[in-house]
Each structure stands twice: as structure tokens, then as C-alpha cells.
């Protein structure tokens, strides 16, 4: 009986341990997803594609909100290059976490909502419709994963928030 109690305790002590361990990991994980997200929004704000596209992972899929899809990290800089010299130059970009998940300790799905600000009054494509301030809304869902390098995008996928549709503040 004594060593039942022994291996019991032991086992308790454990798994408190383990999972301590993997909460001050997850604190870490979080922050660092989340520096991404503040680096995304300062590169989106500056138009710098290559700094926007820099966590993207290699063979990462993304689907823009006009619904196309797109695989690998240099597709990813060039249409963001080209929309940041186009339509999306000059605007400014925030995002709200909606939820941050993660599902493995090397993968995280991360969704935000978007507001995108200070469009040119013209050249602004039809299929992009602004609410009642001028701003564009979408949801956007990145699912991270962790390498010996950090934290990557290996999906992106945004779609907007039609106009009319109930946004929290």
C-alpha cells in the first residue's frame, strides 16, 4: 500500500510539473504569435511587402478576400506587393484578436478581425465594399506552425465582412 501511495504522488506531482511546463510555454507561444501580429500590422501600415510577407512559411496556402488562392511564400509577397502599390497603398490596418487556439504545442489558429482605413477616393476595385466610415472589414484566419526557426503562417485566409453584418466595437 505504501508504495501504491508513493507512485501515486508521484504521478500527481507529474503531472502538475508537465502541465506547468506547458502553460509557461503556451504564455511564450502566445506572445510570440502575437509580436507577429504587431509586426504584420506595422508592415501593412508602412506597405512593406516583404516585411508583411516575412512569417509566411515557404509553402504556405492563402486565399485573398476576391476568393483567390494562392500556394508558397513569393506568391504571397507579390500580390502584396502589388496591392500595396495599388488600391491598398497608404491605408492604414488594425486587427482584434478574435481567438487564438492552440491545438498542438507546434500549431495555433489565430483569427482576427480586420479594419482597413484610409482609402484613395478612387481606384478602389468594386468587389471591395466599405462600411459606413470608409473602412473595410474581414475576418481573417492564419493557422501557425512552429519550426526550429519560430513561429510560420501555413494558411491565411481572409474574407470580408459585407456591409450590414454586425461587427463588435
Known sequence: MKLYSVLNRTLVLTLILKSTILLAQTEKDSVAIRAILQQENQAWNKGDAPAYSQPFSPDGTFTNIAGMFFKGYKAFLDQHDVIFKS??????LTQKIVSLNFVRSDVAILETLCQVSGFAKEGLPTRLQLD????????????FAKDASGWKIISYHNVDVKPGTPIPE
Open 132 to 143: 459606413a466610415k470608409g473602412q473595410l472589414n474581414t475576418r481573417l484566419l492564419q493557422v
Open 87 to 92: 488600391f491598398f497603398k497608404n491605408t492604414v
